[in-house]
Structures are given as C-alpha cells and as structure tokens.
C-alpha cells in the first residue's frame, strides 16, 4: 500500500503551520521526515493520520481517501506509533496490545482466537510475551514503546507512521523499534530526529523547514554539511564509519 500527500495544508490557531506539503511513500519504501523542532514534522503527521483536519490538500492510501473516510476504515489499514504514550486508567500489556485488533471488530464483538493468536505473535516479535499480564502503567519508557508497536503490529495494518518514536529512548530500544518496524516490509512513514539512525534506516528523506518541504532524495544526497548547516543551524562535518560505511555527523558549532 503506497501513501500520496498532495498540496497539505494546517492552520492551528490563525497559524500556518504545513504549508503546501507533497510528498509520496511507496509500498515497502521506509520513508523519513526530518527537519527541526517546530518545523510541522508532527502536525503534518496527525493531520495525515486524521488527528488533525487539513485546510486542504489531498491523503490516499492506494485508493482510499483519508481526508474523507471514516476513522475506523483508515485505522484498518493505518498503524501510528508515536512518542507520547501515558495513560490515566491502567491495563495489562495484554490488553494494551489486544486494542490493536479493535479496528476489525464489530460492536461489541468478543475477542477470538485469531485475535489471541495475533495479539500473541504481536508481544514474541517486540520480546514482550513474559510482560503479557505486567501493569503497562509500571513499565520503562522503552518497554511502554516496544507495547505500543505491538499493538500496532496486531492491528495488522498495511501503512504505518511513526512520529519520533525513538525520542527519550536509549540506543538499545531505538534499535530494537526500528528494526522490527522495518522487517515489517511495509510502507513507512517516520518523523525522526536522529540524523545518522535516519540515513541508516530509511530509503528516502524529506526536509521540512518552517512548515515546507525543502529537500528530498536518498540520505547520501540529502545529508550534506551544507543543508544540515542551513536547515538545523549548526555546523558539521559529515564522515563515513570506517566499521560500518554508515554515515557519521560531527557536530561542531552553532550557525
């Protein structure tokens, strides 16, 4: 399933924030967003994903209209994992992840055994089985994120977003979310704020800055001294780990 973004535009309070926004993902195509804090990397996400109502512009997902269906139809199809993730009422991780299958399911409609058998597959994939009856609530930060991507992988979706969903987590669980998102073999769509993670794992890249599309192509094309110079404000030499042939970003000074 592929993603088209035409000509997106939000305003949030008098403010124009996504200004114009095309951009494209192809089925299998691990996609990045980039760009500096307040640039709209996140208020272009939701109003993808229907959180937020553009003023105009155009979402497909193949031939489903976002903009225009309703939210449950695009949840059967759309996964989001996003970086906030605390809950006033408490549930087991289980039941956490059974939520994923909510989508699928009519009114009042009890669980089955397919849907166990998802939600099971869903918690061995981010190494969670042992955690199925933990409260979520007493969870790491890592371990709620890895909970939430399992609920989405139960939902079954053949889209997903991610919305900086590595933020406040140590290397060892951005890796772990990132890998398993990727495996997936589905069409990607994440906000990242790790430049180097971001040239590692995605295919593609679009620059957003002050809530446009600035750049886009292949992270080697895209991440430049130059451009991270001018779109982040900072200086930098950009270098290849003599190890890995990923690339490396030393951080110098401040524009």
């Known amino acids: 399933m592929n993603l088209n973004v035409e000509r997106l535009s939000v305003s949030l309070a008098a403010a124009d924030i996504v200004?114009?926004?095309?951009l494209k993902v192809e089925s299998g195509q691990f996609v990045g967003l980039i760009g500096p804090n307040g640039c709209g990397k996140s208020t272009l996400l939701k109003s993808i994903y229907k959180v937020v109502k553009p003023r105009h512009g155009e979402v497909f997902l193949s031939e489903l209209d976002v903009v225009k269906a309703s939210p449950r139809k695009v949840a059967q199809k759309l996964g989001v994992v996003g970086q906030f993730n605390e809950l006033s009422f408490d549930f087991t991780v289980r039941e956490m992840v059974m939520m994923g299958r909510t989508p699928h399911k009519g009114l009042l409609e009890t669980d089955s055994s397919a849907d166990r058998e998802l939600v099971d597959a869903a918690l061995h994939k981010v190494h969670l089985t042992d955690y199925a009856q933990r409260s979520y609530n007493s969870l790491s930060g890592g371990e709620k994120q890895r909970v939430i991507l399992a609920r989405v992988l139960a939902q079954e979706p053949k889209f997903m977003i991610l919305d900086e969903p590595t933020n406040h987590l140590d290397i060892k669980y951005q890796l772990q979310i990132l890998?398993?998102?990727?495996?997936?073999?589905?069409g990607i769509l994440a906000a990242l704020h790790d430049l180097p993670l971001a040239s590692e794992y995605c295919d593609y890249l679009y620059v957003m800055k002050q809530g446009r599309i600035v750049a886009g192509g292949a992270p080697d094309e895209v991440l430049t001294k130059e451009l991270i110079g001018e779109v982040f404000g900072v200086v930098c030499e950009t270098y290849r780990n003599p190890v890995t042939g990923a690339l490396g970003i030393a951080y110098l000074d401040t524009v």
């Open 19 to 22: 200004k114009e926004v095309s």
């Open 179 to 186: 890998n398993i998102v990727k495996q997936q073999g589905i």
